[in-house]
C-alpha cells in the first residue's frame, strides 16, 4: 500500500494514517497504556502463552467435547469456574476471570448506560462499519474464513454479536452479568484457533504469519470497531460529555485485558487509542478473496431482514462510513439516489434525535425504522446469550 492510499484511506475513516519508513515498525510507546510502562515489543509477536499451550493440549488429547460440555452452562459472571475441567486450565480460569487491579467499577457502571443511551448508532457502527471493515483486515478476514465458524457465518456473526451484546450489558461487569464469563470463552476459542489454523492447509497457502491472532491482532480489530465507534460518534457530532467518553474507552480497555492483551498495549486515552489505530489499522487495510466472500454473506444476511430500504440503501450507508476506497474494493453497487438521501439526511436525523432541532426531518421515520429493524436483527440473533453459546472449535473449515 503506497502512503498516499493510506492517507485516503485515513481520510475517509476518519482513522489517519501513518507509514513507517521501511514497513510497519511498531513504535506506539507503552507509556500511553493503562500502566503506563513496559517492554515496548512489538505486539505481532506477542500470542497469549499460557492458555495456548493448556487449550493446545486440550485439543491434542481429544479433550474438546468434555471442556465445551463443561463451560456449556457457565454463564454469569457470580458462577465459579465449572468443575471437570483440566486442572491447568481451571488454575488459569481462576485467575483470568478475576478484574484487574486497575479497573474502575464506577466508570463501568456508566458506560454501560452510555451504551444504552447510543446504542442505535452503536449498532449501526458496529454491525455495518466494524462488520464490513473487519472484511478489508486480511488477516482477520483469513483467520475467520479458514476457521470452522467461517463456513457459518450466521452463527458465527450471532456469536460475535453475543459479545458486544455482554459487552454493552448494564451489568456486563456486575455478578449478575455474563462478559467475564463471554470473554473468557473467547480467549478460549482463539487460543484453540491459534493451535488449529497452522495445521490448515488453506489457510497456511494463504496467510502471511505462521500463528493467528497476535495481540496486535486484537488490538486492530478494537480499532475497527470501539476506537472506530468513538470517531464516528465524534463526526457525527453525537453529544458526549467528557466523562461518557471516558467511561466509554474504560469498557473497551477491561474487555482487552480480558481478551488476553498485554496491559502495557491497551492504550490508556482516546488520543492514545487514535494514534495506534493510524499505525497499525489503516495500513493494513486492503481487499483479499477471502473478505469478499465474507462480505458478501454479511451484506446478505442484513439484506435479508426488511429495514425498509433497498440493498443499495445498505450499500450506500457502508459506503459513508467505511469511504468509497472500501466501497469500491468490496464492489458495492452504487445507488446515488439513496446517498443523497444519507448525506442530506442522516446528520439531521441524528440532530433531532438528540433534541438539537426542533423538527423532525422528512426522512425521519425512514431512518429511524432502518436503524431498529437492523438493532432488532442484530438482537434476535445475539440477544439469546443461551442458543447460541461460544464453544471450543476442533477442527478447522474443511476446504
Ligand atoms: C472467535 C470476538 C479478535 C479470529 C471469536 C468469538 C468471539 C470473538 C466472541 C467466538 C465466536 C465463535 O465461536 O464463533 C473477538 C473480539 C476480538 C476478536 C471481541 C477483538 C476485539 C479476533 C482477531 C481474529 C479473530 C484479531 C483474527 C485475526 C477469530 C476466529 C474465531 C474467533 C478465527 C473462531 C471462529 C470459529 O469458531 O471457528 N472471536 N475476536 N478474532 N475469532 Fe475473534
Same mark, same amino acid.
Given at each position: 500500500?503506497?502512503?498516499?492510499?493510506?492517507?485516503?484511506?485515513?481520510?475517509?475513516?476518519?482513522?489517519?494514517?501513518?507509514?513507517?519508513?521501511?514497513?510497519?515498525?511498531?513504535?506506539?510507546?507503552?507509556?500511553?497504556?493503562?500502566?503506563?510502562?513496559? !517492554?515496548?515489543?512489538?505486539?505481532?509477536?506477542?500470542?497469549?502463552?499460557?492458555?495456548?499451550?493448556?487449550?493446545?493440549?486440550?485439543?491434542?488429547?481429544?479433550?474438546?467435547?468434555?471442556?465445551? !460440555?463443561?463451560?456449556?452452562?457457565?454463564?454469569?459472571?457470580?458462577?465459579?469456574?465449572?468443575?471437570?475441567?483440566?486442572?491447568?486450565?481451571?488454575?488459569?480460569?481462576?485467575?483470568?476471570?478475576?478484574?484487574?487491579?486497575?479497573?474502575?467499577?464506577?466508570?463501568?457502571?456508566?458506560?454501560?448506560?452510555?451504551?444504552?443511551?447510543?446504542?442505535?448508532?452503536?449498532?449501526?457502527?458496529?454491525?455495518?462499519?466494524?462488520?464490513?471493515?473487519?472484511?478489508?483486515?486480511?488477516?482477520?478476514?483469513?483467520?475467520?474464513?479458514?476457521?470452522?465458524?467461517?463456513?457459518?457465518?450466521?452463527?458465527?456473526?450471532?456469536?460475535?454479536?453475543?459479545?458486544?451484546?455482554?459487552? !454493552?450489558?448494564?451489568?456486563?461487569?456486575?455478578?449478575?452479568?455474563?462478559?467475564?464469563?463471554?470473554?473468557?470463552?473467547?480467549?478460549?476459542?482463539?487460543?484453540?484457533?491459534?493451535?488449529?489454523?497452522?495445521?490448515?492447509?488453506?489457510?497456511?497457502?494463504?496467510?502471511?504469519?505462521?500463528?493467528?491472532?497476535?495481540?496486535?491482532?486484537?488490538?486492530?480489530?478494537?480499532?475497527?470497531?470501539?476506537?472506530?465507534?468513538?470517531?464516528?460518534?465524534?463526526?457525527?457530532?453525537?453529544?458526549?460529555?467528557?466523562?461518557?467518553?471516558?467511561?466509554?474507552?474504560?469498557?473497551?480497555?477491561?474487555?482487552?485485558?480480558?481478551?488476553?492483551?498485554?496491559?502495557?498495549?491497551?492504550?490508556?486515552?482516546?488520543?492514545?487509542?487514535?494514534?495506534?489505530?493510524?499505525?497499525?489499522?489503516?495500513?493494513?487495510?486492503?481487499?483479499?478473496?477471502?473478505?469478499?466472500?465474507?462480505?458478501?454473506?454479511?451484506?446478505?444476511?442484513?439484506?435479508?431482514?426488511?429495514?425498509?430500504?433497498?440493498?443499495?440503501?445498505?450499500?450506500?450507508?457502508?459506503?459513508?462510513?467505511?469511504?468509497?476506497?472500501?466501497?469500491?474494493?468490496?464492489?458495492?453497487?452504487?445507488?446515488?439516489?439513496?446517498?443523497?438521501?444519507?448525506?442530506?439526511?442522516?446528520?439531521?436525523?441524528?440532530?433531532?434525535?438528540?433534541?438539537?432541532?426542533?423538527?423532525?426531518?422528512?426522512?425521519?421515520?425512514?431512518?429511524?425504522?432502518?436503524?431498529?429493524?437492523?438493532?432488532?436483527?442484530?438482537?434476535?440473533?445475539?440477544?439469546?446469550?443461551?442458543?447460541?453459546?461460544?464453544?471450543?472449535?476442533?477442527?478447522?473449515?474443511?476446504?
Amino acid at each position: 500500500m503506497n502512503r498516499r492510499t493510506v492517507l485516503t484511506l485515513g481520510a475517509a475513516l476518519g482513522l489517519g494514517g501513518v507509514l513507517a519508513p521501511g514497513g510497519a515498525a511498531w513504535s506506539w510507546s507503552p507509556a500511553r497504556s493503562v500502566v503506563g510502562g513496559g !517492554s515496548g515489543v512489538d505486539p505481532q509477536w506477542v500470542w497469549d502463552d499460557d492458555i495456548d499451550r493448556i487449550m493446545a493440549s486440550v485439543i491434542d488429547n481429544g479433550q474438546v467435547p468434555a471442556v465445551n !460440555s463443561a463451560i456449556g452452562s457457565w454463564v454469569n459472571n457470580w458462577q465459579p469456574v465449572p468443575q471437570g475441567l483440566p486442572p491447568e486450565l481451571d488454575a488459569f480460569l481462576q485467575e483470568s476471570t478475576k478484574m484487574p487491579a486497575w479497573a474502575d467499577m464506577s466508570k463501568l457502571r456508566r458506560a454501560a448506560d452510555f451504551n444504552r443511551r447510543k446504542d442505535t448508532y452503536l449498532f449501526l457502527i458496529y454491525g455495518l462499519g466494524g462488520g464490513i471493515m473487519s472484511t478489508v483486515i486480511p488477516r482477520e478476514a483469513k483467520s475467520v474464513y479458514w476457521s470452522k465458524g467461517g463456513a457459518d457465518m450466521q452463527d458465527r456473526a450471532a456469536k460475535t454479536f453475543s459479545f458486544g451484546y455482554d459487552l !454493552s450489558d448494564i451489568n456486563a461487569f456486575e455478578q449478575t452479568g455474563e462478559f467475564r464469563v463471554t470473554a473468557n470463552k473467547t480467549r478460549m476459542v482463539h487460543a484453540a484457533v491459534r493451535h488449529l489454523l497452522p495445521q490448515s492447509p488453506h489457510w497456511k497457502a494463504v496467510a502471511d504469519e505462521t500463528i493467528p491472532i497476535s495481540n496486535q491482532d486484537i488490538l486492530v480489530t478494537f480499532h475497527s470497531t470501539g476506537t472506530f465507534a468513538h470517531r464516528k460518534l465524534k463526526e457525527w457530532k453525537v453529544p458526549m460529555s467528557a466523562a461518557d467518553e471516558d467511561a466509554f474507552l474504560h469498557s473497551w480497555q477491561v474487555a482487552l485485558h480480558f481478551l488476553g492483551v498485554r496491559d502495557e498495549y491497551i492504550p490508556a486515552t482516546w488520543d492514545a487509542a487514535h494514534a495506534q489505530a493510524a499505525e497499525i489499522l489503516t495500513p493494513k487495510l486492503a481487499w483479499t478473496e477471502e473478505g469478499q466472500a465474507l462480505a458478501e454473506v454479511l451484506l446478505g444476511l442484513t439484506a435479508q431482514v426488511d429495514l425498509g430500504v433497498t440493498r443499495g440503501f445498505l450499500n450506500e450507508f457502508v459506503r459513508y462510513q467505511l469511504g468509497d476506497e472500501v466501497g469500491d474494493w468490496l464492489g458495492l453497487k452504487r445507488d446515488y439516489a439513496s446517498k443523497a438521501v444519507i448525506t442530506a439526511g442522516w446528520p439531521t436525523y441524528i440532530k433531532f434525535r438528540e433534541g438539537l432541532i426542533p423538527f423532525a426531518p422528512l426522512t425521519f421515520y425512514m431512518f429511524d425504522q432502518f436503524v431498529r429493524a437492523l438493532a432488532m436483527a442484530f438482537l434476535n440473533q445475539g440477544s439469546s446469550g443461551t442458543t447460541t453459546p461460544i464453544t471450543i472449535p476442533d477442527i478447522n473449515r474443511p476446504g
